[in-house]
Nanobody
Framework: VQLQASGGGLVQAGGSLRLSCAASGRIFSSNVMYWYRQTPGKQRELVAGITSRGSTNYADSVKGRFTISRDNAKNMVFLQMNSLKPEDTAVYYC???????????WGQGTLVTVSS
């Protein structure tokens, strides 16, 4: 299984970006897809997750600003990021965890930089 993330870039505070992640290979239909982010010197943190049925969860810091969605037919997950803040600056990673094996796969990361 391979994950390819894209959509990162430089944006001013208050702006928007949309991240995409495409999964290829054998992915079971039952899975959970996630977005994480990491800044230098800090642990990778969960941003949002979405099940194959569409149930979502978000970190408190992004609730109301970020929206996770997925396209099951294309094995893709998206992260719409609005009202971006400088503290959202990070490398964003996508992850898929397959059920019931609980095997996880990570993408390579895409850098988001929010300028003040």
């Amino acid at each position: 299984v391979q994950l390819q993330a894209s959509g990162g870039g430089l944006v001013q505070a208050g702006g928007s970006l949309r991240l995409s992640c495409a999964a290829s290979g054998r992915i079971f239909s039952s899975n959970v897809m996630y977005w994480y982010r990491q800044t230098p010197g800090k642990q990778r943190e969960l941003v949002a997750g979405i099940t194959s049925r569409g149930s979502t969860n978000y970190a408190d810091s992004v609730k109301g600003r970020f929206t996770i969605s997925r396209d099951n037919a294309k094995n893709m997950v998206f992260l719409q990021m609005n009202s971006l803040k400088p503290e959202d600056t990070a490398v964003y990673y996508c992850k898929v965890t397959t059920m019931p094996t609980m095997t996880s796969y990570w993408g390579q990361g895409t850098l988001v930089t929010v300028s003040s």
